[in-house]
């Protein structure tokens, strides 16, 4: 095994930069918990479809995840592999593009219909691709310089957001008509990712055999997982709870357009805000999980989501919704280095593609089960109740993180 020099860790940092870069840019044109909700809404799909949009994204993401660990348990030419599962979120993106700016099928009464299939076919694709980048970003970092690296990789990805949101916010005040202007915004995705997936072509792999895994071996560790994990299990519970995040997500918006009638271009101020208020807290919770653990960063996460509900029970005018979304930035922006190194933290010298999956399998019924019953009080109008379940479950998974969870960091604890 050749391990990976500081010097190539260094130039792969600067090649994800430019990756995020691009992901974020063009992302900010297909945002889950602003873009895609309000988009629904335009196109006329039911409000409990419009506002479970961010869980069942979750949900569809976790799908093909267990099966894609397993199926691909040998690969070693990792490169190869994440760009090559990259082009089906590409191929998705363009037709997304295609169908709301040139064909008709985007004006019809079944257009929301139609993007909510495309929008199936994206969370898919990043189902599939996740535990494979996953482990490719495994073989392409210094274990102990991961958290800086995904906090900067990630702050890059709200840097590009942040343009994207701009370019966004400029394209729904111009007269291009409804839902071209949209589907302008998707086909700058496709060209955005398409240009993140090329760069994978620049990183460099630590280099050995790895040795191959049967079928009977990969079920053999993944019921050791299963089982003999109690630290690991807590932090599942704990992330139960914070699946009640999932469906706010996408109600935040929903939610406030109702109360304070605002024009659809503030969808664009509201990513610029996210994504600043993402990137400086990306950057931040690695950091401070380099120094202090990343279950540290991790409540950092739960704390912000926590912040933003009470924001939304309280609000009082635009400046509170503003408030809202850099509340809700900063916890998606602690959440995902913290997430991804917890995973790398806890899975240890294992397969890192396993635990991720595990993770969203695991959690992809309690998804269901909490975009149901918020879905059910959206119908009935009770918006405000929702936010309170939603509020007392992270209160729930703030307790049971900070008190009963030991940080998983191999200088403290092995598993």
Same mark, same amino acid.
């Given at each position: 095994?050749?391990?990976?020099?500081?010097?190539?860790?260094?130039?792969?940092?600067?090649?994800?930069?430019?990756?995020?870069?691009?992901?974020?840019?063009?992302?900010?044109?297909?945002?889950?918990?602003?873009?895609?909700?309000?988009?629904?809404?335009?196109?006329?799909?039911?409000?409990?479809?419009?506002?479970?949009?961010?869980?069942?994204?979750?949900?569809?993401?976790?799908?093909?995840?267990?099966?894609?660990?397993?199926?691909?348990?040998?690969?070693?030419?990792?490169?190869?592999?994440?760009?090559?599962?990259?082009?089906?979120?590409?191929?998705?993106?363009?037709?997304?593009?295609?169908?709301?700016?040139?064909?008709?099928?985007?004006?019809?009464?079944?257009?929301?219909?139609?993007?909510?299939?495309?929008?199936?076919?994206?969370?898919?694709?990043?189902?599939?691709?996740?535990?494979?980048?996953?482990?490719?970003?495994?073989?392409?970092?210094?274990?102990?310089?991961?958290?800086?690296?995904?906090?900067?990789?990630?702050?890059?990805?709200?840097?590009?957001?942040?343009?994207?949101?701009?370019?966004?916010?400029?394209?729904?005040?111009?007269?291009?008509?409804?839902?071209?202007?949209?589907?302008?915004?998707?086909?700058?995705?496709?060209?955005?990712?398409?240009?993140?997936?090329?760069?994978?072509?620049?990183?460099?792999?630590?280099?050995?055999?790895?040795?191959?895994?049967?079928?009977?071996?990969?079920?053999?560790?993944?019921?050791?997982?299963?089982?003999?994990?109690?630290?690991?299990?807590?932090?599942?519970?704990?992330?139960?709870?914070?699946?009640?995040? @999932?469906?706010?997500? $996408?109600?935040?918006?929903?939610?406030?357009? #109702? *109360? &304070?009638?605002?024009?659809?271009?503030? !969808? /664009?101020?509201?990513?610029?805000?996210?994504?600043?208020?993402?990137?400086?807290?990306?950057?931040?919770?690695?950091?401070?999980?380099?120094?202090?653990?990343?279950?540290?960063?991790?409540?950092?996460?739960?704390?912000?989501?926590?912040?933003?509900?009470?924001?939304?029970?309280?609000?009082?005018?635009?400046?509170?919704?503003?408030?809202?979304?850099?509340?809700?930035?900063?916890?998606?922006?602690?959440?995902?280095?913290?997430?991804?190194?917890?995973?790398?933290?806890?899975?240890?010298?294992?397969?890192?593609?396993?635990?991720?999956?595990?993770?969203?399998?695991?959690?992809?019924?309690?998804?269901? @089960?909490?975009?149901? $019953?918020?879905?059910?009080?959206?119908?009935? #109008? *009770? &918006?405000?109740?929702?936010?309170?379940? !939603? /509020?007392?479950?992270?209160?729930?998974?703030?307790?049971?993180?900070?008190?009963?969870?030991?940080?998983?960091?191999?200088?403290?604890?092995?598993?």
């Amino acid at each position: 095994m050749r391990n990976l020099s500081l010097k190539d860790h260094y130039q792969n940092q600067k090649f994800n930069n430019l990756h995020e870069f691009f992901w974020g840019f063009g992302s900010a044109f297909h945002t889950v918990y602003a873009v895609v909700p309000l988009f629904l809404k335009e196109l006329g799909s039911p409000d409990v479809i419009a506002t479970s949009s961010a869980g069942l994204f979750s949900i569809i993401i976790a799908m093909p995840m267990l099966f894609i660990a397993a199926l691909t348990r040998n690969i070693t030419n990792m490169k190869k592999m994440v760009i090559i599962v990259h082009c089906l979120i590409l191929l998705v993106a363009f037709l997304m593009g295609y169908v709301f700016t040139f064909s008709k099928f985007g004006v019809t009464p079944n257009a929301w219909k139609i993007y909510f299939s495309l929008f199936i076919a994206y969370a898919l694709s990043i189902g599939i691709i996740v535990p494979i980048w996953a482990d490719f970003l495994e073989k392409t970092t210094k274990r102990s310089l991961r958290g800086k690296f995904f906090g900067i990789g990630f702050a890059f990805n709200s840097l590009g957001a942040f343009g994207g949101g701009i370019v966004l916010k400029y394209l729904l005040e111009t007269e291009t008509s409804f839902p071209k202007n949209f589907g302008i915004g998707f086909i700058i995705l496709f060209i955005s990712l398409s240009l993140g997936t090329i760069v994978f072509y620049f990183y460099k792999e630590k280099n050995y055999n790895k040795p191959r895994k049967s079928f009977k071996t990969f079920k053999k560790e993944t019921k050791e997982i299963i089982i003999n994990r109690p630290n690991f299990h807590r932090y599942l519970f704990s992330r139960v709870f914070y699946c009640a995040t @999932l469906p706010a997500i $996408g109600l935040y918006a929903v939610y406030c357009q #109702n *109360k &304070f009638n605002f024009d659809i271009s503030e !969808v /664009g101020s509201f990513t610029i805000l996210n994504v600043i208020s993402m990137g400086v807290f990306s950057y931040l919770s690695g950091y401070i999980g380099d120094k202090h653990g990343h279950k540290t960063s991790m409540l950092l996460a739960y704390l912000f989501h926590f912040t933003a509900v009470i924001l939304a029970i309280f609000s009082k005018n635009m400046f509170w919704v503003y408030c809202i979304f850099i509340s809700l930035g900063a916890g998606q922006g602690a959440f995902m280095p913290s997430a991804m190194n917890l995973i790398y933290d806890f899975a240890d010298t294992s397969d890192k593609k396993t635990y991720m999956a595990l993770i969203d399998s695991f959690l992809a019924p309690f998804s269901i @089960l909490f975009i149901t $019953g918020i879905g059910f009080l959206v119908n009935d #109008n *009770k &918006f405000v109740l929702s936010f309170y379940i !939603v /509020g007392f479950c992270l209160f729930i998974s703030i307790i049971i993180l900070h008190f009963f969870v030991k940080d998983p960091k191999p200088n403290k604890l092995s598993h």
